[in-house]
Structure formats: structure tokens, C-alpha cells
């Protein structure tokens, strides 16, 4: 059974900076693509970043400059470096996992952007 395991949300001020990582565990195929969706409530699950297998990556025009992606393919283990984080950012962020056919989804952490 896959497992993705996500960390590092929480509460931050405007201006300020968070890394999110999700480590994927369990059998699976060779994984293609890893990434961040987020959704804030009332609202619609959006992309945030993905990066491909061959570090590719592609950011929604809204977090573009502010946040890096990045994995670690030794470890199944992708980040996201948020910098410059506004109050628009707060939501639940949920680690996405494209592995063969399947997709796999995290439990989700909270990311709260409040003075």
C-alpha cells in the first residue's frame, strides 16, 4: 500500500517562508510526476507545482518566483519551498503522486498565512 507522509505546515506571517515535503512509501511503479495541489475553503482544488522525473517543473501563474519545487528521487521525497508567502496562500496543501496508472494523494497540511 503507497503512503505519502507530508510535513512542515503551520501558521506564518505575510512576508514569510514554510517547506513542505512529502515522502512517498510503500510498492509502486517508477513515479513520473510529483507535486502540490491546494485548496482553500469554498473554493476549488488547484495546482500549485509539479515537477516531472526529469526535474521539469511547472508552477501556477499565482506562486511563480515566490515557490521552488524540488525532489529527491533517492528518497521518493518532494518539497516546496514557499517564500513570500501572502494571506491568498492559506489552505489546505496536498502532496499529489503519479506512479504508473495510479494516482495518490496525501492527507493534506494546513498553510495559514495571518498577521
Known amino acids: 500500500q503507497v503512503q505519502l507522509v507530508e510535513s512542515g505546515g503551520g501558521l506564518v506571517q505575510p512576508g514569510g517562508s514554510l517547506r513542505l515535503s512529502c515522502a512517498a512509501s510503500?510498492?509502486?511503479?517508477?513515479?513520473?510526476?510529483m507535486g502540490w495541489y491546494r485548496q482553500a475553503p469554498g473554493k476549488q482544488r488547484e495546482l500549485v507545482a509539479v515537477?516531472?522525473?526529469?526535474?521539469?517543473?511547472n508552477y501556477s501563474d499565482s506562486v511563480k518566483g515566490r515557490f521552488t519545487i524540488s525532489r529527491d528521487n533517492a528518497r521518493n521525497t518532494v518539497y516546496l519551498q514557499m517564500n513570500s508567502l501572502k494571506p491568498e496562500d492559506t489552505a489546505v496543501y496536498l502532496c499529489?503522486?503519479?506512479?504508473?496508472?495510479?494516482?495518490?494523494w496525501g492527507q493534506g497540511t494546513q498553510v495559514t498565512v495571518s498577521s
Open positions: 499529489n503522486v503519479r506512479a504508473g496508472w495510479a494516482t495518490y
Open positions: 510503500g510498492s509502486m511503479f517508477s513515479i513520473y510526476s
Open positions: 515537477i516531472l522525473s526529469g526535474s521539469s517543473a
